[in-house]
């Protein structure tokens, strides 16, 4: 079994991908890497209607996103001066917001530093809260397997953020002040990792990476900006969870992704 195909199956996604006949043929010739193999599956799949093949339109370039309001513009300053050690010590002892009442630690993020690829959540759960790092629960699971069938992985070129670093009581939805709070860590982070493309999981990244609170359908298959990187906008991990039909349309995002950093890889 291929390595693809074992995280495409935990997706639940294989069935729909496994390829036939004259579809085979020509992967098979090419020889492309593991997870490349999983990609071409299933871009092809995507793509390929019920009835007739139809070219799929190239993504569309939305608009950039407005920065996230600045409530404190001295503190916002301040942070985005700081190096990972002063940021991570900033987020510890932060008292912006009434989420840190609650917590058991901030959580920054995890991954490589200078990551190409920079996925942010929404906020820490109760798993997340007690380990101190993002998506290490049920939630956690299911993007590592995304990441893997999509020949990534976390801390090797990935890096993981959240809106708010701070636990929201019983895993509520951030409030837009809270986010705000949070903002000039956010930003702090993609100025310190630079990464090429930014990945929003979740209407609240998406709401603070796009600057829309459009439905997130509208949103998905453009390639949005902030601060002047390209934005994907998908599901959350735990939306998917609840609704397990819409993890076809988290890995079509994926695939778009990873086109868009092909694309900016060969524009390079």
Not at 241 to 267: I, S, T
Request: a positive charge; one cysteine or more.
């Amino acid at each position: 079994m291929r390595f693809d195909e074992d995280y495409l199956r935990e997706l639940e996604l294989w069935p729909m991908f496994a390829l036939k006949g004259a579809d085979a043929a020509p992967a098979q010739a090419a020889h492309p890497a593991p997870h490349e193999a999983g990609v071409q599956a299933v871009d092809a799949a995507a793509r390929r209607p019920a009835a007739a093949a139809v070219p799929r339109p190239a993504p569309v370039q939305a608009k950039a996103a407005a920065p996230a309001a600045i409530a404190d513009p001295a503190r916002a300053a301040q942070i985005m001066a700081l190096d990972w050690a002063g940021l991570a010590r900033e987020t510890a002892a932060c008292t912006a917001c009434g989420l840190c009442k609650q917590r058991r630690q901030a959580v920054l993020g995890v991954g490589a530093l200078d990551a190409p690829w920079l996925f942010v959540g929404e906020g820490p759960g109760a798993d997340e809260d007690a380990q101190g790092e993002p998506f290490v629960g049920q939630a956690g699971k299911l993007l590592d397997a995304m990441l893997a069938a999509a020949g990534l992985s976390r801390g090797r070129e990935v890096y993981i953020a959240n809106v708010v670093k701070c636990r929201p009581p019983g895993n509520r939805t951030p409030s837009l002040e809270e986010a705000q709070a949070c903002a000039p860590f956010l930003d702090r982070q993609i100025d310190l990792i630079q990464p090429r493309l930014i990945v929003a999981l979740g209407k609240t990244a998406v709401m603070r990476l796009t600057g829309s609170d459009a439905s997130m359908a509208s949103l998905r298959g453009k390639l949005h900006r902030y601060r002047d990187i390209p934005v994907i906008a998908t599901y959350h991990p735990a939306y998917l969870l609840r609704n397990l039909p819409e993890k076809l349309k988290a890995w079509e995002d994926l695939v778009l992704a990873r086109k868009a950093m092909a694309a900016l890889v060969a524009g390079s």
